[in-house]
Nanobody
Framework: QVQLVESGGGLVQAGGSLTLSCAASGLTFSNTPMGWFRQAPGKEREFVAAIGWSGRTTIYAESANGRFSISRDNAKKMVYLQMNSLKSEDTAVYYC???????????????????WGQGTQVTVSS
């Protein structure tokens, strides 16, 4: 059974930083591209960042580029999202997701991810 468990969310002031973590189990993590998404109240779930199986390839949403950094530790089966210069518009529930497709591409659409965590709340106060 695949499980993704996010942690690290919380309340932070605008301009501050947070690091989210996602612990994976039940899948061949070292072969699996991973992504971070977020969903604010009343809005659709949106792509934030994704990382290839080796960690060498990453992509970001325009809103995250230059402020957020995705990384992974295959030995620990962990993926991270370092978030800097946080803004009030970053407030959302953040989800970790796994893509089992082996397509060789990093995907941005939620429909391309097969497994999801329960989410962790990030609230940025202005």
């Amino acid at each position: 059974q695949v499980q993704l468990v996010e942690s690290g969310g919380g309340l932070v002031q605008a301009g501050g930083s947070l690091t989210l973590s996602c612990a994976a189990s039940g899948l061949t993590f070292s072969n699996t591209p991973m992504g971070w998404f977020r969903q604010a109240p009343g809005k659709e779930r949106e792509f934030v960042a994704a990382i290839g199986w080796s960690g060498r390839t990453t992509i970001y949403a325009e809103s995250a580029n230059g402020r957020f950094s995705i990384s992974r530790d295959n030995a620990k089966k962990m993926v991270y999202l370092q978030m800097n210069s946080l803004k009030s518009e970053d407030t959302a529930v953040y989800y970790c997701a796994a893509d089992r497709s082996r397509s060789g591409f990093l995907n941005r659409a939620p429909r391309d991810y097969d497994y999801w965590g329960q989410g962790t709340q990030v609230t940025v106060s202005s």
